[in-house]
């Protein structure tokens, strides 16, 4: 049973701070991360992927990966209340396609002003 | 260039019944991946299409069925239908020959089982 997990939530920060969401998964053989955020209501949308360990920077987001953790994380600065959402942790393992992805449950961020 | 686009948005049934949903992929995918999602809960991967034919499956009973159409659309079958599928169903397209990337969604079809 291939588990993806995050932290419980819901997270509330306010406007201009960090947000942290984490993820851990249990297949070793993962090859492929993704953050997904989700609005109340609306299906997902892609906003950071990840392939290999490090850090990968996008405009306001960070995605760490630790693969002998077994961890990947999403750093979010100077949070905005429209990054008020829930963010959906997914993973791709090894020989499975891209549309197969295993999902956390997701944390449910809040940013008040 | 449309995206992903599912109908019907919002459904109700009663337990018993059973469900017809359908999806359209993005222009130029050949991969259609169903999921459900409970409320409060991640995206459950149902099955997966390609070709005309149901590639990978999740832990999902036999009453979850599908099909896959020449055009690429894709329709989701739900047969006796039970309370706890009530949920938001949610299809996305890919590309075969493409395992990095983006996973589009479509906006879902909402299903409430009464």
């Known amino acids: 049973q291939k588990e993806v997990e995050q932290n419980s939530g819901p997270l509330s920060v306010p406007e201009g701070a960090i947000a942290s969401l984490n993820c851990t998964y249990s297949?070793?053989?993962?090859?492929?991360f993704f953050w997904y955020r989700q609005y109340s209501g609306k299906s997902p949308e892609l906003i950071m992927s990840i392939y290999s360990n490090g850090d990968k920077e996008d405009g306001r987001f960070t995605a760490q990966l630790n693969k002998a953790s077994q961890y990947v994380s999403l750093l979010i600065r100077d949070s905005q209340p429209s990054d008020s959402a829930t963010y959906l942790c997914a993973v791709k393992t090894r020989g499975s396609t891209l549309g197969r992805l295993y999902f956390g449950r997701g944390t449910q961020l809040t940013v008040w002003p | 260039d449309a995206g992903v686009t599912q109908s019907p948005t919002h459904l109700i049934k009663t337990r018993g019944q059973q469900v017809t949903l359908r999806c359209s992929p993005k222009?130029?995918?050949?991969?259609v991946s169903w999921y459900q999602q409970a409320l409060g809960q991640g995206p459950q991967f149902i099955f997966q299409?390609?070709?005309?034919?149901?590639?990978q499956r999740g832990n999902f009973p036999d009453r979850f069925s599908g099909h896959q159409f020449p055009n690429y659309s894709s329709e989701l079958n739900v047969n006796a239908l039970l309370l706890g599928d009530s949920a938001l169903y949610l299809c996305a397209s890919s590309h075969r020959g493409v395992n990095t990337g983006e996973l589009f969604f479509g906006e879902g079809s909402r299903l409430t089982v009464l």
């Open positions: 299409y390609y070709e005309e034919e149901e590639r």
């Open positions: 297949d070793r053989v993962s090859q492929s």
């Open positions: 222009s130029g995918h050949d991969t």
